[in-house]
């Protein structure tokens, strides 16, 4: 089919002018806008993250120092009418052990003391012993007053009058006894009756007594040294036998019937003589 070369122009004009008007009525959409170069002094700041800040954990309590919490206690001791009382031993038991003594005014003071339940004990020679419990806190010091009971005196003892002496000092007279009676005795045939034995050293044997004097029979085989009597006199008069008395370095011979007077004080040696004992009536008087 062939087109008429006047529709060709008019249908290229049509179609442009309905294109205008489909323009003009459809809203146009701004042309993009091309963002600039990012330059260092246009770069926005940008902040770095904060660290996370670590958990808090809450720190431990500072352990006590030794001294912290400490207290002291001061002790005055005093006896009932107030007058201190020195040298009281005084011994604190509890969670801390003290020991002391007061002073010339009665006081004592113990330091650095932990707390807690003590009991306090004080003793003297002078005063009743005492115990007292005390409760002690921390850093609060502690003032004890102890009023102690002294020893009371003992009583003054009154001694029972000693009985009569049955003895009397030199040249004094004994009391007369009235039923005292007269003792007769044979010395030879004692001494026969009452002969010292063969492996015996010596032999003493009281024959007599008086209130005054007292007598022994005295038998001798070893020696008798050194023999004194510091509070009497002594009379020794030889029975039988022979033998030498030694005083202050001097020997005396002792026979048969010799008598001899011996001081009080005075210290003594007695020996035999021969194969025979030495025997002798020995008096003592006070």
Known sequence: ????????????????????????????????????????????????????????????????????????????????????????????????????????????????????????????????????????????????????????????TTQPAPPPSTTTRAGATAPPDANATIDLLSLPDWVEANLIGRNDPQKETIVGRTAAATARVIQVRDPIKDHVRGDADEMLYVIAGQGVLRAKGRDQSLDAGSLAVIPRGVAYSLERRGRNPLIALSIVGK
């Not at 002018?17 to 091309?34: E, L, S, Y």
């Open 1 to 156: 089919m062939m087109k008429s070369p006047v529709l060709m122009p008019l249908a290229i004009l049509l179609f442009a002018g309905v294109g205008a008007v489909w323009a003009q009525t459809t809203p146009q959409k701004p042309p993009a806008q091309t963002p600039p170069p990012v330059t260092a002094a246009s770069a926005p700041k940008t902040q770095a993250p904060a660290p996370a800040a670590p958990p808090k954990t809450q720190a431990p309590a500072p352990a006590p120092s030794p001294v912290a919490g400490r207290a002291s206690i001061t002790i005055m001791v005093t006896d009932l009418s107030g007058k201190g009382v020195a040298d009281v031993h005084t011994t604190v038991t509890g969670p801390v052990s003290r020991e002391g003594a007061t002073g010339r005014d009665g006081g004592l003071a113990f330091q650095a003391l932990r707390a807690g339940n003590y009991r306090l004990r004080f003793d003297s020679p002078e005063v009743i012993t005492l115990e007292r419990d005390v409760t002690i806190k921390a850093g609060a010091p502690v003032e004890v007053d102890v009023a102690l009971d002294r020893v009371p005196a003992k009583p003054a």
